[in-house]
């Protein structure tokens, strides 16, 4: 807990700076706006929605890049080496992977709140509860929180194109090759949709098995939090490739499911 106070820290120092840093540049180009003469809920309407796409955008991207960078992947991996599912299986991370996403959704955030606050002119603020967006926590108390689980609720038809449903998710962690690189989002399925990585889980439960059969360190502190790091700098440095098989308690080849 420590360490993800210091890695979302920083995020939080990041997003303030480029969100400023896009306001100043905008007004710089194009001058200062006037105040919007819009009612104050509409203002934070607008910006929560905004402020909400633009985290949803940057959880897909960040979880695109994660699985198509074997780099990335490496730290990835250890959420994916969750043989069994539930809520808690959400904090299953490497500290690396925490602070990549961190950062990721800070830049996406504050992108969104630099426009955001630019176009009317004043800040506006989000719809928040505890800080954190209100219709993101809408969808996490409905049901993002069985996403990791084993409770087939599967969305279909349009609906399974626009939201996550805990069997989109379910597939997303399948050992399964057919389901590989697919449902990248969080909560909203468009993003998946636009960039033809979607797949709609059947109505009917589909048998699913998780984690990685020939990972036999997957559930220690070597496994989880020394062996990306020595697997990465493997992808880093490719002369220490051949090292790799010995110092890696999972083999090189596994890149392949990334």
Known sequence: ?????????????????????????????????????????????????????????????NHWLSHKVPVLWEFHKVHHTA????????????????????????????????????????????YALSDTNIILVLFIHTYVHLQHSHM?????????????????????HSNNPKHFNKNFGSCLAVWDWLFGTLYLPAKEREKLTFGFADHPDAHTVKGELVAPLINAACH?????????????????AECERA
């Open 236 to 252: 880093l440095k490719p002369m220490w490739q051949r090292r790799c098989g010995e110092l890696s308690p999972v083999p090189v």
């Open 1 to 61: 807990m420590f360490v993800f106070g210091v890695v979302f820290g920083w995020a939080v120092l990041s997003y303030q700076f480029i969100s400023n840093g896009i306001i100043a540049g905008l007004i710089a180009l194009v001058g200062p706006v006037t105040p919007s003469t819009l009612p104050v809920y509409l203002t934070r309407s607008i910006i929560t929605m905004m402020l909400f796409l633009a985290y949803e955008f940057g959880y897909w991207f």
């Open 152 to 172: 087939w609720i599967s969305f279909r038809g349009l609906a399974g194109r626009i939201f996550v449903s805990p069997a989109h998710h379910q597939v997303h």
């Open 83 to 126: 043989e069994v599912l539930t809520p808690l299986t959400d904090f299953r991370i490497h500290p690396v992977y925490a602070w990549i996403f961190a950062n990721i959704l800070a830049l996406s955030a504050a992108i969104a709140n630099g426009f955001g606050n630019f176009m009317f002119g004043e800040t506006a603020y989000q």
